[in-house]
């Protein structure tokens, strides 16, 4: 069993800073990428920012130049470092990973429960 354990959520005024982190825990093979989605209300989740094993990050037009994602290997560790918030980057965001539980299985997509962000004064 694999699970994503979100944190750092929260309320901030707009021009703010948040840092998200998101821990994978349990029976881990391999991690090949993680990543960043968010879904705000009425709207379709979207993609924030992913990093796969040695590539560079990627990142939704919407926030490039704001946010950073880095990753801690030996600690299954995503972070999402936002800056310059918007009122816009009001959603849920959750952290999605895709996670080979053993040498012989197949890589499967993981999600954790979702971490509040709301920007506003």
């Known amino acids: 069993q694999v699970q994503l354990v979100e944190s750092g959520g929260g309320l901030v005024q707009p021009g703010g800073s948040l840092r998200l982190s998101c821990v994978a825990s349990?029976?881990?093979?391999?991690?090949?990428?993680m990543g960043w989605y968010r879904q705000a209300p009425g709207e379709e989740r979207e993609l924030v920012a992913a990093a796969t094993n040695g590539g560079p990050g990627t990142y939704a037009d919407s926030v490039k130049g704001r946010f950073a994602i880095s990753r801690d290997n030996a600690k299954n560790t995503v972070y999402l470092q936002m800056s310059s918030l918007k009122p816009e980057d009001t959603a849920v965001y959750y952290c999605?990973?895709?996670?080979?539980?053993?040498?012989?299985?197949?890589?499967?997509?993981?999600w954790g429960q979702g971490t509040q962000v709301t920007v506003s004064s």
């Open positions: 349990g029976n881990i093979f391999r991690i090949q990428a």
């Open positions: 999605n990973a895709a996670i080979q539980v053993t040498r012989w299985s197949v890589l499967g997509t993981y």
